[in-house]
């Protein structure tokens, strides 16, 4: 269902805490959701960021809190056996997207007058001899997002392929299946870079 | 050979031996070596990519923004416990109901000292240890009437379940619930409660009179399911709800799951999953705002007693997949199909079907009480269906198992389950000190082992121990999750 997702933040796992702390936001305790505030605004906001990239950081601010309001309803709908983490992760893409969706009706109207290229990002190819690092930053900014989106929550996350299938709304298969890609695609470049060096073909 | 699992590995996915397997083959083998080292980087560098383009634009919250945070909270439970669920299309609801359960009660608003009845103040010292924190007692306004809940933790229901046919009443003594089938749903009075049950073809009703009940109720299309009470009656859409009626004719619905739709005198109202309907009076209207923890914790455990209470198996998925296996037919199988099967039940359970995977494989270690693999794997399903206790039991086994593999693997799956599930820090040492100490110091899940360790021995005050653990996790484990969490702690517990 969700094509487009973010990736997410570092967090502690430790679900331990985050099941006592979703207890008590279920009895309205808003202390609990303030630590949960505290200790997850990070996350948040970088799922916020990497879903929406250009958001500015009022909207980010307000979106962060969106998020950790929903809360008093949705943890309602949560059910205490699963870990809370990706499934905050995945309430903040969610939110997002929403935003995104509506902001982006008001930002066509808005580019009828004056035509900037928004939604065209970014990352202007580098010239000249590549390094190792280098090559590997341009190939994982030109994954497709979706295979980018998994590795950046299986690598820089550490959340599990069920724990990515959830956030993503994916088949559990879609997960390794783009976590393969990436995989392939990037490796492959390494080995290219290795049989020429010094060429900076960044064929992906 | 080998070769073919490195994606696996990569990916995480390999189990314990199959991971042991694989790293001694990383010795042998340049190739993969080579292209693991590769991986290495890439992670590396996606890690930095990221922080660049995300990390540095993110902030952790100063605690002042974190009190702007809770006052806007607070007014938002203000705002939601006037929320009303009032005009959903019915049809909707019914097509977006999966799974049922009901609970209905009638709760007494009289002093706390009947058996079956727990007085408010002890059900929220059992949830929030610092609930009872000056600022603003949050929860009052969610909460707002002092209605007494039934709490489950001192109930007792008979073992003995009834299967209802035709119209009987049920009545629960003052000391005990009762328990009953119809056909594939199931009802469990409260102790002082009173009910009429007609089961038929084509409806199945409870004319609740007096006390409260719990209900698991099956979906169905073509049978209604309609709990009638003095005030109002409940039907259910597909769901798992409570009802309560006071003697002095107050009803109260708290609704677990799915939906159910409120008839009052005058009006309908359709009353989601985490919601609260009521009626006090015949004129008063129904009132609906979220229900409380200790409303939904009072029902989660009648539902657990309604799956433990029935000596038939509870068919919450009723018979789409058939998991059937007899022992005899087991017996003949090769091993390989027995792989398959594990393999089916892994895919069952992943896929939401925990009731049916438990099932299948309580059959199947019938005829195979010896399988380690299935054993892992109906741990696996109980700790997905949140029974830690019942996963730690078989770890526990599993941990005293002759081969050293099996047995380190349990035991760290039995201080995973203590510290994540359990939040027994002591529990968790327990096992995760034999682990640490007979595994190898490359083995897989030592630095979650370490890392876990030093939570528990920081939820056991003992800091300082903790912290080098901790350091040692980043030491060994660096750029790899478990380093990056180590260090994420590290920080945290640090000033
Ligand atoms: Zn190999």
Redesign the pocket.
Known sequence: MIKQISKPPLAIDDSAVDATLVKRVQGGDVRALGDLYARYSVMVQKAVVRTMPRISDADREDLVHDVFLSLLKLVNKFDRARVFRPWLYGVAIKKTQNFRRKRSVRALLLRQRATNSEDNPVHPPADGQLENAEIMEKGLSSLPAGQKDVLILHAVEGFKGEEIAEILEIEINTVWSRLHRARKTMLQLLENEREEPGGHENGV | M??KY?YKYLDGRLDWEDRRLFED?LAH?P??LQQTSDWQQILTVAASLDNKDVGARVAPPSSLDVQRFETMARKRIEHLGRLSFLGRPLAVAIAAAVLLGIAIGVWKNEAPDTPHVAAPAAVSSRVAPHKSDTSGAPSQSLSEAPLVSPSATDVHFDTKVKELTGSETLHASAHNGQCAHMGPDTLCLFPKSRAEVMVSDKAHVVALQSGSAVFYVQPNETREFRVTTPLGTVVVVGTRFSVTVTPEHMLQVVVKKGTVRVEGDNEAAMVQKGAVARIVSEKSGIVTRLATWDELAAFSVLSKMIEEVPAKPLHLKSAKKPVVHDAHQLQDTAQAQSLKMLDTWRKEMIAGDVDGAIEGLLRYLQAHPNDVDARFLLATCHKRKGHPKEALALYQQLAQHQTLSVANRAAYLAGDVCIKQLSNPQCALQYFTPFLDHSGRDAPQRGEALYYKAEALLQLGQKKEATQILESVVHTFGRTGIGQRARNRLREIQP
Do not use: I, N, R
Request: proline residues 0%; charged residues 0%; glycine residues 0%.
């Open positions: 080998v070769c490195l083959h083998c190739a993969c």
